[in-house]
């Protein structure tokens, strides 16, 4: 067992250090993927140099992809502000000083990050980053040493899960009456992804494999402990003097707005028995919002601080939507696609399909567009070999979370937090990968959809 953990160490030393020289900032990788994407479109296809070019334009401002976008803004803003909320932070400091070594504390980090995926994505990248780095904060106040990056790592680990759990993009979409591909698929309930065994089974393996591994990646030299300034704390409160400051600080008048997104939830789960959707899944995590927080004012606030780290994903999504505008107009991704499912048979293809996914997945770092991308492939494919719409499903969010764990985009909020670089963590994560690859493949080929 100690030789494994120390080849293990190994592994994790070099994959940092290859990582720390080549991982270029995330934004000039969309740019080199876009070149590539240009390039291969008018070699590979009927594609001309400006038709190509004219595919990016179209995808750039496409309108279902500013839905997704303000979808996934909303999202992220207010799992930021969720995971800030007074009595989440206090539960999450409470557990941060728990661990005595710091292998411990790296595969605490980890669990937390994938219990958090399985809630939101979005609660994932922000409250793993912010676990992460309080669980070194109190470890330096007991001067045990954690290597930071792998710390934050660790905190992002759960983005190899996510799509597992309840903001799985491609899961809802399916899920919601109107999709793209209700005339063809109909309408797949959560319950037959998700609820599947072979996701429950992936999920439970990956939570138990990718934890050990990456805690035992953590160095026993040369830790890189490095801790941001403490987060100060408004101690000063100003007792409200003015109708306008009572209002802003009334915990009874936030609880009574509560009401509204509470009516409407009962409404919808309940009453009229619809299922999970990304919209809904929204306005779940708005309410929670206003029930953690005691006055509007602290919440807004919270609001307010949680947007500003929204506009690094923002800025970024547009070129990804041309790069996808791209891949799709000109029939690169069909093509692609279309490789992988001609070579498949029933026993390869939910590897290829995953590698095929994962690869899609680096282009266009966004499962439900990836999903529009390429869902009707992924479910001719699946019915022709055999397979079932859901295994189809599936096979879409294996691939796009697992190569989470080396394209960089929606790190950036974790990053924002913890003050490190993507190249600082894609060497840890990068190793994950190639495991969690294993796992994800052995499911879907042996057990039922």
Not at 330 to 358: C, E, N, R, V, Y
Not at 377 to 386: F, Q, R, W, Y
Request: hydrophobic share 50%; proline share 5%.
């Amino acid at each position: 067992m100690k030789q494994i953990q120390k080849k293990l160490q190994t592994l994790g030393v070099a994959a940092g250090s290859f990582s720390e020289k080549y991982i270029p900032d995330p934004w000039i990788l969309a740019i080199f993927l876009t070149l590539i994407a240009y390039s291969a479109s008018v070699l590979l296809t009927d594609a001309t140099l400006w038709g190509t070019l004219t595919a990016w334009h179209d995808g750039f401002w496409n309108q279902k992809i500013l839905t997704l976008i303000a979808q996934f803004s909303i999202n992220l803003i207010l799992c930021t502000t969720l995971a800030k909320a007074p009595p989440i932070e206090s539960f999450l400091i409470k557990i941060a000083k728990i661990p005595k070594s710091a292998f411990f504390a790296i595969f605490l980090i980890s669990i937390v990050s994938i219990i958090l995926s399985l809630i939101s994505w979005a609660l994932c990248i922000v409250g793993g980053a912010l676990f992460a780095q309080e669980v070194c904060r109190q470890a330096h106040r007991r001067e045990l040493k954690i290597h930071y990056p792998l710390a934050i790592a660790a905190g992002y680990l759960g983005m190899i899960t996510w799509g597992c759990g309840l903001t799985s993009s491609a899961a809802l979409i399916s899920s919601t009456p109107g999709h793209f591909l209700e005339k063809s698929i109909g309408v797949i309930a959560v319950s037959q992804t998700l609820g599947s065994t072979a996701n429950i089974v992936i999920v439970l393996s990956l939570a138990l494999v990718c934890p050990l591994l990456m805690a035992s990646m953590h160095p026993k030299s040369k830790i890189y402990e490095f801790l941001p300034p403490e987060e100060k704390k408004d101690t000063n409160r100003k007792i409200p003097k003015t109708f306008s400051e009572k209002i802003e600080n009334s915990t009874l008048f936030l609880k009574f707005a509560a009401f509204l997104p509470i009516s409407f939830l009962v409404n919808y789960y309940i009453i009229q028995g619809n299922g999970l959707t990304i919209d809904s899944m929204n306005l779940v995590f708005l309410t929670a919002v206003m029930l953690t927080y005691s006055t509007p004012k602290n919440m807004l606030l919270k609001l307010s601080q949680a947007a500003s780290g929204v506009w690094s994903i923002v800025f970024q999504f547009p070129f990804y939507a041309g790069l996808m505008g791209m891949i799709k107009t000109t029939g690169l991704g069909l093509l692609i696609a279309q490789f992988f499912a001609d070579i498949s048979t029933p026993l390869t293809w939910p590897t290829l399909g995953i590698l095929f996914q994962g690869l899609l997945n680096v282009f266009i770092p966004s499962g439900g567009t990836q999903w529009i991308v390429s869902g009707e492939v992924l479910v001719n494919t699946s019915e022709a070999l055999g397979f079932s719409y859901a295994h189809a499903v599936l096979v879409e969010i294996m691939g796009d979370q697992l190569t989470n764990m080396i394209q960089p985009m929606w790190a950036l909020p974790a990053l924002a937090i913890s003050g490190l670089q993507a190249k600082n963590i894609m060497g840890y994560t990068g190793v994950i990968m190639f495991f969690a690859f294993i796992v994800m493949a052995l499911g879907l080929t042996f057990l039922p959809v």
